[in-house]
């Protein structure tokens, strides 16, 4: 059977790029890039160009990249380091619709006695960023970091990023984005958005799991995560993943070249299949604010089903996406994302979130849209929820 992979929010595919440019690092050229010797040496150039891969993606330069495990490991990093140099400083503003690597962070660190702003969203997903200039005036002495994603994993709402970064550095306070999800689907500059840190991840983009990077604005004070070794100028200890950073630099270029076709064709197909399938089901709706969304993404509701049970279904026609509840805590309660946004909860049960990549066909979203109707059909003439 043919898989129609549609959960590139997920993860994705390692481009065949990534792969050819990444073979020789894990047989033979398996050397130590801070070894004096050349044959290491000659790795460490190799990364080194990888570092500036990253950094033209997001217009940084190369120094300010330190490439960590995965984006996770960003996110921490960046929110640890301003905390240990700012000790004086107790509040920390993110927003309710966080990934976990940073809402469970946030969660742990207010338990353990700091002060936590969490900015609502309203229905559309869009940030109430009156309340977060209002903390910021009110209480900018005392924040010790602003981290705010940059575009939702759910959802694909972006937030202002460049005002906030503005607002923030106006005010002299550190500002953290996880940008994981934005990188190589939209533009992100850090020249024209001031963001002090930016945490981007390899497997959103074609490159593989277990590899990611940290922007660190150069003149910003920082505090390695990892203690250790000397590597990556002291800002992360442990040797360095040399394939996959290789890998991680290919998929950067990749990216860049990209985002055209992102913006265009792909912005093109995501439209094609939303409009396909609000069309041709009944009771079906878009969560997030529709023009101010990632081109790739499409979460959509179906009332008076189950999410898990839509995914089974298609999953038996080779279609993969995900759903809109808590997966990963096995519960079936609709996700921390979409309850933020106050969506109905019969509403919010049957959401499926549809993320497309360069990969995907036109013949693929035909498939899906022929396929959804009796799948929905079927589960509808079964739940008791539906009103005929
Ligand atoms: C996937 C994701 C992460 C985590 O990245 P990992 O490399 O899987 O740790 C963080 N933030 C967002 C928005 C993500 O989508």
Redesign the pocket.
């Known amino acids: 059977m043919n898989i129609v992979y549609t959960d590139n ?1 997920a993860t994705t595919k390692v481009a065949p790029e990534v792969v050819e440019e990444m073979m020789p690092y894990f047989a033979d050229l398996y050397g130590n890039p801070s070894s004096m010797h050349s044959f290491g040496g000659n790795v460490g150039k190799k990364l080194q160009e990888a570092r500036e891969r990253v950094a033209d993606l997001i217009n940084a330069s190369p120094v300010e990249i330190v490439f960590t495990s ?4 960003s ?1 921490n990093a960046a929110i640890m380091a301003a905390l240990e140099l700012n000790p004086e400083k107790k509040h920390i503003i993110t927003s309710v619709v966080e ?1 976990p ?2 809402k469970n962070l946030c969660s742990y660190l207010e338990k353990k006695g700091y002060e936590l702003t969490c900015v609502p969203v309203d229905r559309e997903g869009r940030l109430d960023t009156e309340l977060l200039y209002d903390t910021i005036e009110k209480k900018a002495d005392q924040i010790a970091i602003i981290s705010l ?1 940059w575009a ?2 759910e959802t694909g709402v972006i937030f202002p990023v460049e005002k906030i970064a503005k607002k923030a550095a106006e005010k002299g306070i550190l500002f953290h984005t ?1 940008a ?2 934005a990188i190589g689907k939209i533009p992100v500059d850090v020249q024209s958005s001031p963001v002090d840190m930016l ?1 981007l ?4 983009i074609h490159a593989p ?1 277990g590899i ?1 990077a940290l922007y660190v604005k150069k003149g910003i004070k920082f505090a390695p995560f990892l203690k250790g070794g000397h590597q990556e100028k002291g800002r992360r200890g442990g040797t360095e993943n040399t394939a996959s950073i290789i890998g991680l630099g290919k998929a950067s270029e990749l990216a860049k070249k990209h985002l055209n076709e992102m913006d265009t064709r792909i912005r093109g197909l995501r439209d094609y299949l939303e409009t396909g399938l609000l069309a041709k089901i009944p009771a079906s709706s878009v969560n997030g604010e529709r023009n101010n969304r990632l081109p790739n993404t499409l979460s959509i509701g179906f009332d008076a089903v189950e999410g898990e049970s839509i995914l089974l279904l298609m999953d038996q026609t080779g279609i993969c996406a995900s759903s809109g509840s808590a997966c990963t805590s096995g519960s079936l309660d609709p996700s921390h994302v979409l309850m933020a946004m106050k969506v109905p909860f019969e509403s919010a049960h049957g959401t499926i979130r549809f993320s497309l990549s360069t990969y995907n066909t036109k013949e693929e979203m035909d498939h899906i849209i022929a396929t959804m109707p009796p799948i929905i059909k079927r589960l509808r003439d079964m739940s008791p929820f539906w009103k005929k």
């Open positions: 929010n995965c984006g996770t490991e996110d990934h690597a940073v994603m939702n994993n996880d994981v999800q945490s991840s390899g497997h959103k799991k990611a």
